[in-house]
């Protein structure tokens, strides 16, 4: 059964561009919750998205959006990106939010 | 202060117990996991209790929960050089949904 996986692992960008991230939870989960993790400190959520609408978000600017499609998969998108956007972006899923399963995160570099 | 508090790092010798402390402030919370991560990967989640329980068990693993006192204990017996991590409490209040809230983590070093 494979876990939870995220795409790519590793991302160079500079300031002012886009990024898309991309998650595929584990089997028979419906619920993917995004957190973002800076060096040093504990990840922090970011939103969670449940039947293809974002469920809950947390005190992240509109330039952070995302989208979950049919097979539940997820894509984070950030826009005009900040040095401080620099971060290990986690993906994690759930069957309904309980006992969450994290992937192995994208590092994301912004120069 | 911060909703969940952690210790930044513990150090202890291979064979010894490990014991991982953690404070959080919402007494109405449920739900406490311990989560483990290793350099350059996502988190594992090793456990979780239910506010309902004083203590769990799961192989070399103990939770201790003290409501009172809004306290969480990880204790790892026979701690092994492979246990090194960085350890984090998360909580789950009811005022952040489903959201889990973490503390920012204790570095676990064994030396053998």
């Known amino acids: 059964d494979a876990g939870v996986t995220q795409s790519p692992t590793h991302l160079i960008k500079t300031r002012g561009q886009q990024v898309t991230l991309r998650c595929s939870p584990k089997s028979g989960h419906d619920t993917v919750s995004w957190y973002q993790q800076a060096l040093g400190q504990g990840p922090q959520f970011i939103f969670q998205?449940?039947?293809?609408?974002?469920?809950q978000r947390g005190n992240f600017p509109d330039r952070f959006s995302g989208h979950q499609f049919p097979n539940y998969s997820s894509e984070l998108n950030v826009n005009a990106l900040l040095l401080g956007d620099s971060a290990l972006y986690l993906c994690?899923?759930?069957?309904?939010?309980?006992?969450?399963?994290f992937g192995p995160g994208t590092r994301l570099t912004v120069l | 202060g911060e909703d969940v508090e952690q210790s930044l790092f513990l150090s202890v010798r291979e064979g010894d117990s490990s014991v991982i402390n953690c404070t959080y402030t919402?007494?109405?919370?449920?739900?406490l996991y311990w989560y483990k991560q290793e350099p350059g990967a996502g988190l594992q989640l090793l456990t979780y209790?239910?506010?309902?329980?004083d203590m769990k068990q799961d192989q070399r693993l103990t939770v201790l929960l003290n409501k009172k006192d809004k306290h969480l204990s990880l204790r790892i017996a026979d701690t092994q050089t492979g246990d090194s991590a960085i350890y984090f409490c998360?909580?789950?209040?009811?005022?952040?949904?489903?959201?889990?809230?973490f503390g920012k983590g204790t570095t676990l070093s064994v030396s053998s």
């Open positions: 209790i239910f506010s309902n329980m």
């Open positions: 919402d007494s109405s919370s449920t739900y």
């Open positions: 994690a899923s759930s069957l309904g939010g309980d006992e969450q399963f």
């Open positions: 998205y449940y039947e293809e609408e974002e469920r």
């Open positions: 998360a909580d789950r209040p009811p005022k952040a949904g489903t959201a889990l809230i």
